[in-house]
């Protein structure tokens, strides 16, 4: 699944470690997620949606392509 989270991580200049620390996870998970080696949990979307403020679609894109 693509996503766009270290684009806003980026704009909001956060390093992984301080939005890990946001979200509760660890940097490598943020760092996995960004390198789209991994899939977060569905709650873990919620949270990352909630923490940018916008929809888990907005970071996410599920296409096949």
Do not use: K
């Not at 909001?12 to 470690?17: A, K, M, P």
């Not at 997620?33 to 907005?58: M, T, V």
């Amino acid at each position: 699944m693509r996503n766009d989270l270290s684009t806003r991580r980026a704009d909001e200049g956060l390093s992984q470690g301080e939005l890990a620390d946001a979200v509760d996870v660890t940097r490598q998970t943020i760092n996995a997620i960004e390198r789209d080696r991994y899939d977060p949990s569905l709650e873990l979307a919620f949270e990352l949606a909630a923490y940018f403020d916008c929809h888990i679609e907005d970071i996410f894109d599920p296409s096949l392509d």
